[in-house]
């Protein structure tokens, strides 16, 4: 068994997460910690760094908040290009700079992406280019990571306990049960791989 951080354990990702993390011991934290049982902000270094030292030791961090801003490109606001990336891209590259001072030998990071860096839909070029960012910063970085740390990113579709939500701006697309996308987060957080995107599409 595993002590295994888990964060936006409460969203519709993190519930789907959960189904593969069942034979863990799982923390669960989210930016408001509504049902949850640690806060953090992704985007702030200091949260970060509390969360990790409340928790004291473990062996994974699985990540599934990445918040975004959706619009046409050419109506864009530098505010919503900048929450984007701090959330979507930097929060989650802070989980790894600042994790790596925590985790265990051997521990892992999964971090979130999104199918749409490459099935692009209309209004989502943020989503899509910080999702992109991330697939790339996870193949690059794993080569770089100390203490056989590893270090993989989900690319999941649309979940089917979301369709509801994001289903009228994504004609076309198959969307999968949330414990098919678990089965990711189980893969990335006790096989062997690292530094690879896991994508999960219909």
């Not at 929060?91 to 925590?102: D, F, P, R, T």
């Not at 369709?163 to 969307?175: H, I, K, R, S």
Request: net charge negative.
């Amino acid at each position: 068994m595993k002590t295994v951080i888990l964060i936006g354990a409460q969203g519709h990702m993190g519930q789907a997460a959960m189904t593969g993390l069942k034979k863990h011991n799982v923390i669960t934290a989210s930016r408001s910690g509504t049902g949850c049982d640690h806060t953090v902000d992704i985007t702030s270094k200091a949260s970060i760094k509390a969360l990790f030292e409340k928790v004291g030791p473990f062996d994974a961090v699985v990540n599934t908040v990445g918040y975004c801003e959706y619009a046409n490109f050419s109506e864009m606001t530098d505010e919503q290009w900048d929450t984007t990336i701090q959330s979507k891209m930097v929060g989650q590259i802070n989980l790894v700079n600042v994790g790596l001072n925590y985790i265990n030998d051997g521990g892992s990071f999964t971090l979130i992406s999104g199918i749409l860096n490459v099935k692009p839909i209309p209004v989502a070029i943020a989503d899509a280019t910080t999702s992109g960012a991330i697939d790339t910063f996870v193949q690059c970085v794993a080569h770089e990571l100390p203490r056989q740390v590893r270090i993989n990113v989900v690319n999941p579709t649309v979940l089917e306990e979301a369709w509801d939500v994001y289903g009228e701006m994504m004609p076309g697309f198959q969307p999968v049960p949330g414990a098919l996308v678990g089965k990711a987060f189980e893969r990335s957080v006790d096989g062997f791989i690292t530094g690879k995107v896991i994508f999960v599409d219909a």
